[in-house]
C-alpha cells in the first residue's frame, strides 16, 4: 500500500491544522493506521493510532485531547485533525500503515509509511 500525507504547513500557535493520508494500492481497511511524528535531532514518536473498524483509538499523551484521528475506509484515507497546536507539536508528520494487532498499536514497527508532511508551529 502506498501512503501520501498531505496538508501540512507553518502556523502560529492555537491555530489548527488538518492532515491527510491517502492510500492506493490497497484497502486500508486490513491495517491499523497511525500518525507519527519526528522533530529535529529527536526520534520519531507515536502519535496517535485507529482500529481498523475505526471503532477505537489511542494517543500520545503529549496530544490528548488536542488531537483527533478519523479514518474513512471507503475513500482509503486518515485524517489528523490537529487543535491547539503549540511549538512542541513541530515536526514531520508521517502516516503509517500496520498489521499490527490493536494492543500493539502505539510500539508496533508499523509495515508501510509515507512520505511525511512538515508542521511548523510558531509562539
Known amino acids: 500500500v502506498q501512503l501520501q500525507a498531505s496538508g501540512g504547513g507553518s502556523v502560529q500557535a492555537g491555530v489548527s491544522l488538518r492532515l491527510s493520508c491517502a492510500a492506493s494500492?490497497?484497502?486500508?481497511?486490513?491495517?491499523?493506521m497511525g500518525w507519527f511524528r519526528q522533530a529535529p535531532g529527536k526520534e520519531r514518536e507515536f502519535v496517535a493510532a485507529?482500529?481498523?473498524?475505526?471503532?477505537?483509538?489511542t494517543y500520545a499523551d503529549s496530544v490528548k485531547g488536542r488531537f483527533a484521528i478519523s479514518r474513512d475506509n471507503a475513500k482509503n484515507t486518515v485524517n489528523l485533525q490537529m487543535n491547539s497546536l503549540k511549538p512542541e507539536d513541530t515536526a514531520v508528520y508521517y502516516c503509517?500503515?500496520?498489521?499490527?494487532?490493536?494492543?500493539?498499536?502505539?510500539?508496533?514497527?508499523?509495515?508501510?509509511w509515507g512520505q511525511g508532511t512538515q508542521v511548523t508551529v510558531s509562539s
Open positions: 503509517a500503515a500496520g498489521t499490527t494487532t490493536w494492543v500493539d498499536a502505539r510500539t508496533y514497527e508499523y509495515d508501510y
Open positions: 485507529i482500529s481498523r473498524s475505526g471503532a477505537s483509538t
Open positions: 494500492g490497497r484497502s486500508i481497511s486490513s491495517y491499523v
